[in-house]
T-cell receptor
Framework: RKEVEQDPGPFNVPEGATVAFNCTYS??????FFWYRQDCRKEPKLLMS???SGNEDGRFTAQLNRASQYISLLIRDSKLSDSATYLC?????????FGQGTELSVKP | NAGVTQTPKFQVLKTGQSMTLQCAQD?????MYWYRQDPGMGLRLIYY???????DKGEVPNGYNVSRLNKREFSLRLESAAPSQTSVYFC???????????FGQGTRLTVV
């Protein structure tokens, strides 16, 4: 079992849809949590950090449940430009551990 | 502001050849990382450096060596390249351990 697991993709949604990504991690010693976005053949870019209290950045909302070892990302009012792969990332002992990513395709 | 710079961007090697991938950051970050990304495998950590003068193995260190030359630079060396090392290599840096990391544009390496 992988240390960080994400929903399998791809997710194909119409513009304006709300889409949710889920992620679970297996090591309770994990310290920090992030969502990254990766466009085809490019470097991953930080989308947002994830805090226990939950946090929001415009159309994006991230939640962390430490008891369930579960992280989520909600995208509201999807745009064509949101099409990318979304990577769940967990930090433990100085290592950043990536999930395999979930591909999102937003269609007109 | 350049951020994290990797060189080269593309490279083709023959089996058995050696090469060094260079990475430099200008954000005064303490921690630096090397990852490889393969289709269906996600990003896997090869080596990381918590601070200048320290390096540690990640998930897939075999076949690689690293040098943290100074605070800015962290190089990855392939001593004897193998086709299994064909991959996209990303360097990243972070202010400290367990904080968000910023990535270079990647090196696409093919070993034939």
């Amino acid at each position: 079992r992988k240390e960080v697991e994400q929903d399998p993709g791809p997710f194909n949604v119409p513009e304006g849809a709300t889409v949710a990504f889920n992620c679970t991690y297996s090591n309770s010693a994990s310290q920090s949590f992030f969502w990254y976005r990766q466009d085809c053949r490019k470097e991953p870019k930080l989308l947002m950090s994830v805090y226990s209290s939950g946090n929001e950045d415009g159309r994006f909302t991230a939640q962390l449940n430490r008891a369930s070892q579960y992280i989520s990302l909600l995208i509201r009012d999807s745009k064509l430009s949101d099409s990318a792969t979304y990577l769940c990332v967990v930090s433990r002992g100085g290592k950043l551990i990536f999930g395999q990513g979930t591909e999102l395709s937003v269609k007109p | 502001n350049a951020g994290v710079t990797q060189t080269p961007k593309f490279q083709v090697l023959k089996t058995g050849q050696s090469m060094t991938l260079q990475c430099a950051q200008d954000m005064n970050h303490n921690s630096m990382y090397w990852y490889r990304q393969d289709p269906g495998m996600g990003l896997r950590l090869i080596y990381y450096s918590a601070s200048e003068g320290t390096t540690d193995k990640g998930e897939v260190p075999n076949g690689y060596n690293v040098s943290r030359l100074n605070k800015r630079e962290f190089s990855l060396r392939l001593e004897s390249a193998a086709p299994s090392q064909t991959s996209v290599y990303f360097c990243a840096s972070a202010g400290t351990l367990n904080t968000e990391a910023f990535f270079g544009q990647g090196t696409r390496l093919t070993v034939v």
